[in-house]
């Protein structure tokens, strides 16, 4: 009996030393794992981010654009006047007036327009869709939010407006989130928003206002087209609130 107790007991007590190591061993490698990976997966996600899109780059570059950027500030000029008087109006304008715009006179005259540390906003037209970007932050910290949205005339002064991708760099973003925050900035400078299911997918619909000065003139947007590297819209100002006599076949071409 002292005989089999002294040949066994030397063996555990020698197997308890020999595993307690492997125990204390194996949280700490868990965690080296743990944390490799993490690390791993924050590196792709900021490289993910840093990615700047084709399209965005080529836009950025506008050296002596001013003609360009003037241009649109006459065409819009001469549009306003027309928009202001009774009758028929329209007007075009071509991606590249509108981003020699953003990139000379916006920053210049109008740098309050964009949130802080928004910089560097471009625009890309093609059919049926408005593609956006702008640089957030700056240096190594900065990235570049991406937009792609689908625009369309549903009626006369009623847009509707699909996300069809948000990303941060490569990155995607909430589609939701991002058509929340477009509606929000719709409410703020007076539009009456609604976002409704149609065809499968979420549509923001925006109601344009018809009437914005005491006189009683009214005004209808009654065309909207959007083509490669070119937006054009019509409408008329009218009398009144009279609405467009015909209805409006959409023009979301």
Do not use: K
């Amino acid at each position: 009996m002292n005989l089999t107790e002294a040949g066994v007991r030397p063996d555990a007590e020698e197997a308890v030393p020999a595993a307690s190591p492997v125990r204390r061993r194996s949280p700490a490698r868990l965690a080296v794992v743990i944390a490799a990976v993490a690390t791993c997966a924050l590196a792709v996600a900021a490289f993910a981010a840093t990615r700047v899109p084709e399209f965005y780059r080529q836009r950025l570059v506008f050296e002596r654009a001013e003609d360009a950027g003037r241009r649109l500030v006459s065409d819009v000029s001469a549009l306003h006047a027309s928009f202001i008087r009774e009758g028929a109006w329209e007007a075009a304008f071509s991606e590249r007036d509108v981003n020699a715009w953003l990139a000379n006179d916006l920053p210049r005259n109008h740098g309050r327009l964009l949130p802080r540390a928004v910089t560097e906003p471009r625009l890309r037209f093609t059919p049926r869709r408005v593609h956006a970007a702008v640089q957030i932050g700056g240096g190594l910290a900065s990235t570049v939010a991406v937009l792609v949205a689908e625009v369309q005339l549903r009626e006369p002064n009623q847009l509707g407006i699909v996300v069809e991708d948000a990303r941060l760099g490569s990155l995607p973003l909430p589609r939701g989130l991002v058509l929340g925050e477009i509606r929000r900035r719709f409410d703020q400078i007076g539009m009456v928003t609604t976002v409704r299911r149609l065809d499968g997918r979420t549509v923001l619909v925006v109601y344009i206002p018809s009437t914005h000065e005491s006189g009683g003139m009214s005004h209808w947007l009654e065309s909207l087209s959007i083509g490669e590297g070119t937006v054009a819209f019509a409408g008329h100002t009218r009398p009144g609130r009279s609405p467009p006599v015909a209805p409006a076949d959409g023009g979301g071409s």
